[in-house]
């Protein structure tokens, strides 16, 4: 039996449809199975060094607050959540959140790493069930609080009209009646 053209044709079209769908299904494995670029030890270094006080975002926010006259303590023991600054003649906690770590919803920053996601979901919602207590202990006890994201410090670091907007929206919040504010 001798092919025609348009079987040969047939043939080498299936072939390539073929090669092209186990292509598709093991770049699916592949994605489902994502190698770490780093060895163990080394991802546990980096994450062993990632501080939970006096990170590079809160110490910006602090000098910016301490040069504008404004005094505060830092990481305050009797205050719910142990804000990083508590303003106590404004009765308002700070908090200088990572959008990785407490979910910045909508923001780049607050990605869900490819390796171990049930443990990394776990640990997320863990997190923002934290949050959820603490803004309600504050709330319970009066106290003002104000969340500054860490996307929010980035830009105030590149643009100087940004970080005036924030520093005077901040600022207004300090001084107002309303009860908590995100920046």
Known sequence: ???????????????????????????EIKQEKVMD????????????????????????????????????????????????????????????????????????????PKSRMEFWEKKFAANQRRDVVVRRELAERNVKYAIVWECTIKKMEKDSQEKEHIMGKLENFLVSAEKSVEL
């Open 37 to 112: 670029t780093v060895s163990k030890e080394q991802r546990s270094r980096n994450m062993a060094a990632i501080q939970s006080k006096n990170t590079r975002p809160e110490i910006y926010l602090r000098k910016l607050l301490f040069a504008r006259g404004y005094r505060y303590g830092l990481n305050s023991k009797s205050v719910p959540g142990h804000p990083d600054l508590y303003l106590r003649k404004y009765n308002t906690a700070v908090f200088v959140h990572g959008c990785y770590w407490h979910r910045h919803e909508g923001c780049k920053y607050a990605y869900t």
């Open 1 to 27: 039996y001798i092919h025609t053209e348009a079987e040969n044709v047939a043939v080498y079209s299936q072939g390539v449809f073929e090669r092209s769908r186990i292509k598709a299904e093991l770049s």
